[in-house]
């Protein structure tokens, strides 16, 4: 251990009582500040991990689509296509329209998607999702009527007022000329399921129908919307789409997940970079604090320092030890904000402490994922900033002349 870094040392607890409890007080800061900054980024990315699940989990990692303007006729055999196809877990034919829906108190516009069951029970979650029910849209017969399974959202089942085994009825003119006197195409279902995503948006305003019954509802013939898809490996997503379209023959509108729902995490990221910049902020204010706290050590060490020139010590050695003392304090800093970022996720994923409106930011409550990059990046912006904090202070110290010392 060299003699600059003994003293640096020895001066991060030694001094008079202002001096030594205004150290801590900055060390303290710093500390809150790398623990909110770390903190902040692990809940932005557990919001941002938590909303990608659940909504790859109810949509698909690449989805297929005709050419504008058609639909797919022979969707079975391009789902037997892009199955063989390595990274494709399973695809699933769907069609995807609007309708109304309305039960005997009260009415609403949703969208329905209609599905092969079987097929997509290996694409999405929606079976995993249940919350009553089966997974199953087999029809029953009532009074000699033959009445198709629904499939519906949480939100939306307590909004129309209805329990499992009820029947609603949906609405739709797709399909229709509007042009003559048009009346709506009208479908009745009983509730076979409730399922519950976690998504306000899917749970309040998502059905789910047999793709038989939806290709009666909407008069599509045999024709589907698109086929959504499954990978093994969701990050691959956007190499995977030029291998299945080249594949396909560049016939169709292959679009992964990070395009189909671009909008929504372009403003995670954005978001996530202000936040970042914002509470970095805290650490710069206390960076003011380590330049105070190390010109108040100066001018209460002149005569150490006069002495320690005395007996040989260069200005380069002054200044080592005060910027030693800088970033022993991003130190100490950067370590106790990771372990307090550290508790505070573990106490809010364990037990959730901080709750969210869930028709607002999509989930119920404040999930947070740390990410070892995310704690190096703030650790070292911090420890720059200390260093930089650091510079001003030594050069004074350095500048601190023997015989001025002598003097006094």
């Not at 996720?345 to 409550?365: G, H, M, R, T």
């Amino acid at each position: 251990m060299g003699f600059e870094t003994f003293i640096a040392r020895r001066y991060l607890h030694s001094g008079k009582m202002f001096t030594s409890v205004a150290t801590w007080i900055t060390i303290a800061g710093v500390i809150l500040g790398v623990g909110v900054v770390c903190f902040v980024i692990s809940m932005h990315n557990g919001f941002e991990s938590e909303i990608r699940s659940r909504l790859l989990g109810t949509t698909s990692h690449i989805t297929i689509f005709p050419p504008y303007g058609s639909e797919f006729t022979d969707y079975y055999e391009l789902v037997d296509r892009v199955e063989a196809i390595d990274g494709v877990l399973a695809a699933s034919p769907f069609i995807y329209y609007k309708a109304a829906i309305s039960s005997t108190s009260a009415g609403d516009g949703v969208i329905v998607r209609g599905i092969d069951l079987e097929r997509e029970r290996k694409t999405s979650n929606v079976e995993r999702d249940l919350k009553v029910g089966d997974y199953s849209c087999e029809p029953i017969i009532v009074a000699d009527d033959t009445i198709p399974g629904m499939l519906m959202g949480s939100n939306l089942a307590d909004q129309l007022g209805v329990f499992l085994g009820e029947s609603v009825v949906l609405y739709s003119l797709k399909g229709e000329d509007l042009q003559k006197r048009a009346r709506p195409r009208v479908a009745k279902f009983y509730v076979s399921g409730i399922f519950e995503t976690g998504l306000f948006e899917f749970d309040a305003q998502m059905v789910y129908i047999s793709l038989e019954s939806a290709q009666k509802l909407f008069k599509t013939g045999n024709t589907v919307t698109g086929v959504h898809l499954k990978l093994a490996d969701i990050y691959a997503a956007a190499d995977m789409t030029s291998t299945i379209d080249t594949a396909l023959g560049l016939k169709y509108d292959v679009v992964p997940w990070n395009v189909l729902h671009k909008n929504l995490f372009t403003w995670i990221a954005i978001e996530k970079l202000a936040l970042f910049v914002g509470f970095t902020l805290i650490v710069l204010v206390a960076a003011f604090s380590i330049i105070s706290t190390l010109v108040m050590l100066i001018m209460e060490k002149r005569s150490e320092i006069g002495i320690l020139k005395t007996i040989g010590s260069t200005p380069g050695s002054i200044r080592k030890i005060f910027i030693l003392k800088g970033l022993t304090i991003g130190l100490i800093g950067v370590i106790g904000g990771w372990l307090l970022a550290l508790v505070a996720a573990w106490l809010q994923n364990e037990y959730k402490l901080v709750s969210l409106p869930p028709d607002i930011y999509f989930i119920s409550y404040l999930p947070v994922e740390t990410h070892l990059l995310d704690f190096l990046v703030a650790g070292a912006t911090t420890f720059v900033i200390c260093f930089l904090a650091a510079l001003y202070p030594a050069w004074q110290a350095a500048r601190v002349a023997v015989i001025d010392v002598l003097r006094e």
